[in-house]
């Protein structure tokens, strides 16, 4: 074990055995890790069927996901399946510090501490690379990104992989339609069970949890802004209404505009409602949503938050320039005063307020997103020899198995169709 300053290296072997933050948090992260499982029922089934079946026997799997207890227990069912497994973090402000030690000494490989730099967040993610993957498990799609650009030679032993969010899968996508992605990737995003729930109840009350735990303001009577109306704004709208707030929508697409006004909610242009908002939450996966002209007629003491994978779509640049002075108001939170003495609060740096804020989606949604995963990336292992090298859909085999296994974890039981009611179904007689 070697001291490098404030990080501690293990390990001196070709791949080195993991780079975290300091080994001695180890018993911290295991405690999490531990109580994630409890609540997630799914990856302890699945974990002692990999156990039994080995379907990763000899293969070598790079985990990039937000580095918290979820993803570590993730990371540890693929390992269970008998795979070589390197873990790294998806964010630079998400990782945290006593997850990846546990995983550490758990004899994973791990690249990963909170508040990386630019520079370390990259280092990281190449570390990862260098167990020559054959399958990816990608948040974000930097990792699949390294692998079309600086790490293109290992694309030989890629199978394939799968993509956890929307923007990821925009990437992926566009990737694709060049014909420049060159192995299947699974989009786990646009899984039935993965957009309903995790990104809606999931992002919902993460979003919440984490406003909430780092401003400690009330929000029952103020107006909240949510940009995007997407299934992660409907989940953030519902979530403010529940807390008693004035909802407003921003949305550039007229369909889910008509969807916003139905379910209750005002709907503007972002320039009307930044005269209105206490808090902003962006969720679009585009960029510059809240820019310059925004901030020159928002309240003093409104709040801004981001709750899409890159801190791209409030615009940083733009407040630091109207600002004449800059303070820390409270852990996570950065004050900017304008020149009239307003100032503007931005949590986070503006990345992903659920996370770099706060603990993530709750296990139990998680739990159906990591079984998603998991079961495509072993789909990915036994059958990427007859996939193009395009984007594909979580098969819907394996959505209602999900789905079965969380109704069956909650102990509720449903009907059936019978014989003869499948039988009128499908048939074209009235």
């Known amino acids: 074990m070697v001291n490098n300053g404030c990080k501690i290296v293990i390990g001196s072997d070709d791949m080195k055995k993991s780079i975290v933050r300091d080994i001695r948090l180890k018993d911290k992260g295991k405690q999490k890790i531990e109580w994630v499982k409890k609540h997630m029922p799914l990856l302890r089934y699945l974990e002692e069927d990999f156990k039994k079946n080995q379907y990763f026997k000899g293969l070598n799997v790079v985990v990039c996901v937000h580095l918290e207890a979820k993803t570590a227990y993730l990371a540890k069912v693929m390992a269970a399946g008998g795979a070589n497994v390197s873990v790294t973090g998806s964010n630079p402000l998400s990782t945290q510090d006593?997850?990846?030690a546990a995983l550490a000494d758990d004899g994973l490989y791990v690249y990963s501490w909170h508040r990386a730099t630019e520079e370390e967040y990259m280092k990281h993610l190449n570390d990862a690379l260098d167990i020559k993957p054959h399958i990816?498990?990608?948040?974000g799609g930097d990792l699949v990104n390294l692998l079309h650009g600086e790490r293109k030679d290992l694309l030989p032993t890629v199978m394939g992989g799968c993509e956890e969010t929307t923007t990821g899968i925009i990437r992926l996508k566009a990737r694709?339609?060049?014909?420049?992605?060159k192995f299947p990737m699974i989009s786990v995003n646009d899984a039935y069970c993965k957009h309903l729930f995790d990104n809606r109840y999931?992002?919902?009350q993460s979003v919440w949890d984490g406003i909430n735990r780092t401003t400690n303001l009330i929000v029952s009577g103020k107006n909240v802004v949510i940009i995007g109306y997407g299934w992660c704004g409907k989940g953030c709208a519902m979530r403010a209404k529940g807390l008693g707030a004035n909802v407003i929508v921003c949305e550039v697409d007229p369909i889910k505009a008509i969807e916003a006004v139905m379910d209750g909610f005002r709907v503007m242009p972002m320039a009307e409602a930044a005269k209105h908002?206490?808090?902003?939450?962006?969720?679009?996966?585009c960029k510059d949503v809240i820019t310059k002209e925004h901030y020159e007629v928002m309240k003093d003491g409104a709040i801004l938050s981001n709750a899409g994978h890159f801190d791209v779509e409030i615009c940083v640049p733009a407040l630091e320039l109207l600002t004449v002075e800059k303070k820390e108001m409270r852990n996570n939170i950065m004050g900017y005063k304008m020149a009239d003495g307003r100032w503007i609060h931005?949590?986070?740096e503006g990345r992903l307020v659920n996370l770099a804020a706060g603990d993530g989606h709750p296990a139990e949604i998680m739990d159906m997103s990591f079984a998603l995963q998991v079961l495509s990336a072993k789909y990915v292992a036994q059958n990427y020899e007859n996939m193009e090298n395009d984007v594909y859909e979580v098969p819907g085999d394996i959505d209602k198995y999900v789905a079965q296994l969380k109704l069956?974890?909650?102990d509720i039981q449903i009907d059936t169709l019978t014989p003869e009611q499948q039988k009128y179904l499908s048939s074209w007689e009235g």
């Open 202 to 204: 999931g992002t919902g």
């Open 176 to 181: 694709a339609k060049e014909g420049l992605l």
């Open 408 to 410: 069956k974890g909650m």
């Open 136 to 139: 990816v498990i990608d948040d």
């Open 98 to 100: 006593d997850v990846a």
């Open 277 to 285: 908002g206490d808090f902003f939450v962006t969720v679009t996966g």
């Open 346 to 348: 931005l949590l986070a």
